[in-house]
């Protein structure tokens, strides 16, 4: 198989891009490279930077390229930036998958498997959260994501595409071997945050509010290792590869970890002493968010092995405690 892996310089691209070559997987990788690091990228990859927007370049690497599927992971992801920056969201999210879409259908390419969110559901209806609620998206990205969504789903009811949306809950943890891992610049993540005040990075952990109907105050969120996440994508393109329906799936651990609950596990993890702060609560934080993944179990046949908390910062903390800077040719 020939998978082109779009964003394949990001966090979770690129950890995509790593199992797929471990699978023998051959992979063309395009990124524009504003938030994604060249050092990323698989060397057994081969690699166009450029931006899916523009439509000469991408139709280049389509008619280069014998592609049979397509993992589309290039997107602005910042729910805080979405909200100053909507028009930048709704131009490089939807705007690029359109350009995306249409070189599909110019270059008959008939599978996507796209990078989707919790996000797009909004504040929960209940916990937890299942692929049939309803979606109302609280802030641009999540609206970005939820418009790509159906953007695909028109799309392939018009041209015979398949896809497979994947809505990830809160992605964290790095590939065991600590080669590559999370590096956001500004990064807002709370399991990379707290690892940099483990570090030494930062004084402290801000807490974003501690009186939130939990058993701890604290948020409640459902985090998921990447490199199971990552599984879940193989799963997908075979599902499709079967001639299988257009699907939905969430991606979570189904359990729920606070703010303080992760702050703990990071200090087990790195035997670093984190200090935690109380702070104000983040505006669009909702209390708890926790995925029901039994779609994907019983669908996809996914099966996530990597769901202790533990294991989880520990990956995270390989990453940071040997890369306490990131990747190095980064321009800050
Ligand atoms: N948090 C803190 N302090 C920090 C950073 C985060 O207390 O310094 C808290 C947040 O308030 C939240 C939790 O830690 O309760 C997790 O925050 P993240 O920013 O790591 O993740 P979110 O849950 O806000 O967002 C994640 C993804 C988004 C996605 C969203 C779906 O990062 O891309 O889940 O709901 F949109």
């Known amino acids: 198989m020939h998978i082109l892996v779009l964003g394949g310089a990001g966090y979770i691209g690129s950890h995509a891009v790593h199992q797929l070559i471990d699978r023998g997987e051959r992979v063309v ?40 599927g ?3 992971f290039a997107a602005n992801s910042l729910v805080g930036e979405s909200m100053e920056k909507p028009l930048q969201y709704f131009d490089n999210n939807v705007y690029g998958t359109q350009v995306l879409l249409e070189a599909m259908v110019e270059y008959d390419v008939k599978n996507i498997i796209f990078s989707s969110t919790a996000a797009t559901y909004g504040e929960p209806e209940s916990i937890p959260l299942t692929e049939n609620m309803s ?34 809950f809160n992605v964290a943890g790095a590939r065991e071997t ?37 058993a701890d105050g604290t948020c409640v969120r459902d985090y ?12 997908a393109m075979n599902y499709l590869k079967n001639d299988s329906p257009s699907d939905i799936f969430n991606l979570g651990s189904s359990q729920g970890f606070s703010v303080k609950e992760m702050i703990e ?36 046949g996914w099966n996530p092995t990597r769901t202790a908390i533990t294991k989880i910062m520990e990956d995270a903390w390989k990453w940071h405690s040997k890369n306490p800077n990131g990747y190095q040719s980064k321009k800050e």
């Open 135 to 168: 979606t109302n998206p609280a802030n641009p990205y999540g609206e970005t994501k939820r418009t790509m969504e159906k953007l695909m789903k028109w799309t392939a009811h018009a041209h015979g595409i398949s896809y497979v949306s994947l809505r990830y």
């Open 178 to 214: 600590g080669e590559i891992g999370e590096d956001h610049r500004p990064e807002t993540h709370l399991v990379p945050i707290i690892l940099q005040a483990a570090l030494g990075q930062r004084s402290h952990i801000t807490i974003f509010g501690e009186d939130y109907d939990t």
């Open 265 to 300: 596990a990071a200090r087990n993890a790195t035997g670093k002493n984190i200090k935690a702060e109380t702070g104000e609560r983040r505006a669009g934080d909702p209390s708890v968010l926790i995925a029901s993944s039994d779609k994907a179990k019983e669908v996809l």
């Open 29 to 68: 990788v395009v990124d524009n490279l504003e938030t994604g690091h060249h050092e990323a990228i698989h060397s057994d990859a081969v690699f166009y930077q450029g931006d899916i927007r523009n439509r000469d370049f991408l139709r280049g690497v389509f008619a280069k390229e014998s592609i049979d």
């Open 224 to 235: 998921v290792h990447v490199e199971d996440l990552i599984q879940a994508h193989i799963l």
């Open 70 to 72: 397509v993992m589309h």
